[in-house]
Each structure stands twice: as structure tokens, then as C-alpha cells.
């Protein structure tokens, strides 16, 4: 008791608190022996069970298919757009040489070219047209005629 009147008189009363919080929780060990148990098997619950997962199968593969089907319709967008593209691409291109092709085939430009490589004026009955049509009911007969190169030296 001497050493509690110590420990009493060296705390002041001011600030001295209780010992005792509440009631104090005890566990107790107990092993548990479950090896006696045996499960009883349900036939009905496992047949339940088994409609259970074919059912969630079967909308798990419901709703792939869709999902498989919304993303490979959004990829043939993508895949349509970059086709526009190209196609419009193409489509100003081929205008372009079109115009090209055009400004080449100039009379005006080529006879002004002929004449700066003193070229002359054919002469009548020197050209022969290849692109007029014929009929081709009636038959063609094939002539001779002398061609002569000219040379631009």
C-alpha cells in the first residue's frame, strides 16, 4: 500500500484519471470440429443452378454479339469515310489532269509550239483522220499508202 500512497502523492488530483474503461472483452478459444458434418446434396437447388448459368450463357452471348456488331458497324464507318476521302481525292485528281489534258490537246497551242520547232503546215491530203468511225457492217479494204518521215534536223 505504501507504493499506491507514492504513486497517489506524486500526481496531483487535478489531472488523475481512472483506470477503468469499461468492462474488459475476454475471448475465449474454442476449437470447432466440423469433420462429423456431411452436406446434403439438393437436387433441386442444383438444377436451379444449372438453368441459372445456361440462361446467364446465353444473354452473356446476346449481348456479345450485339456489342460485336455496334463496334464492327462503327469500324465500316471509319472504314467508309476513309474511302470518301480517297474517292474524293481521285475524283480532283483525275479533273485535274482532265484540264491538263485539255490545255495539251490545244490546236492553237501545238501549231504555235510546231511552228517555234519550224515545223509547217501539213499539206492537202497529207492528213489522215484515225479516230472516225466506222460502220463495221460494211467491210473495210485495206490500202497502201506511202508514209514519208520527216526529219527535224
Same mark, same amino acid.
Request: hydrophobic fraction near 40%.
Given at each position: 500500500?505504501? @507504493? @499506491?500512497?507514492?504513486?497517489?502523492?506524486?500526481?496531483?488530483?487535478?489531472?488523475?484519471?481512472?483506470?477503468?474503461?469499461?468492462?474488459?472483452?475476454?475471448?475465449?478459444?474454442?476449437?470447432?470440429?466440423?469433420?462429423?458434418?456431411?452436406?446434403?446434396?439438393?437436387?433441386?437447388?442444383?438444377?436451379?443452378?444449372?438453368?441459372?448459368? $445456361? @440462361?446467364?450463357?446465353?444473354?452473356?452471348?446476346?449481348?456479345?454479339?450485339?456489342?460485336?456488331?455496334?463496334?464492327?458497324? $462503327?469500324?465500316?464507318?471509319?472504314?467508309?469515310?476513309?474511302?470518301?476521302?480517297?474517292?474524293?481525292?481521285?475524283?480532283?485528281?483525275?479533273?485535274?489532269?482532265?484540264?491538263?489534258?485539255?490545255?495539251?490537246?490545244?490546236?492553237?497551242? $501545238?501549231?504555235?509550239?510546231?511552228?517555234?520547232?519550224?515545223?509547217?503546215?501539213?499539206?492537202?491530203?497529207?492528213?489522215?483522220?484515225?479516230?472516225?468511225?466506222?460502220?463495221?457492217?460494211?467491210?473495210?479494204?485495206?490500202?497502201?499508202?506511202?508514209?514519208?518521215?520527216?526529219?527535224?534536223?
Amino acid at each position: 500500500m505504501s @507504493a @499506491a500512497a507514492a504513486i497517489n502523492s506524486a500526481v496531483p488530483s487535478s489531472r488523475r484519471k481512472s483506470c477503468w474503461l469499461g468492462t474488459p472483452e475476454i475471448y475465449f478459444r474454442k476449437t470447432i470440429d466440423n469433420s462429423r458434418l456431411v452436406k446434403v446434396e439438393d437436387p433441386r437447388r442444383a438444377r436451379e443452378m444449372k438453368y441459372f448459368g $445456361i @440462361a446467364l450463357c446465353c444473354l452473356f452471348l446476346l449481348v456479345m454479339g450485339y456489342a460485336l456488331q455496334h463496334f464492327r458497324a $462503327i469500324e465500316y464507318g471509319y472504314q467508309i469515310e476513309s474511302l470518301r476521302g480517297q474517292r474524293d481525292g481521285l475524283l480532283e485528281m483525275n479533273r485535274a489532269l482532265r484540264l491538263e489534258e485539255a490545255s495539251l490537246r490545244d490546236p492553237e497551242r $501545238i501549231d504555235v509550239m510546231a511552228r517555234k520547232l519550224g515545223m509547217q503546215s501539213p499539206q492537202p491530203g497529207q492528213v489522215m483522220r484515225l479516230d472516225v468511225s466506222t460502220d463495221v457492217s460494211t467491210p473495210v479494204m485495206a490500202s497502201v499508202t506511202p508514209i514519208s518521215v520527216v526529219s527535224a534536223r
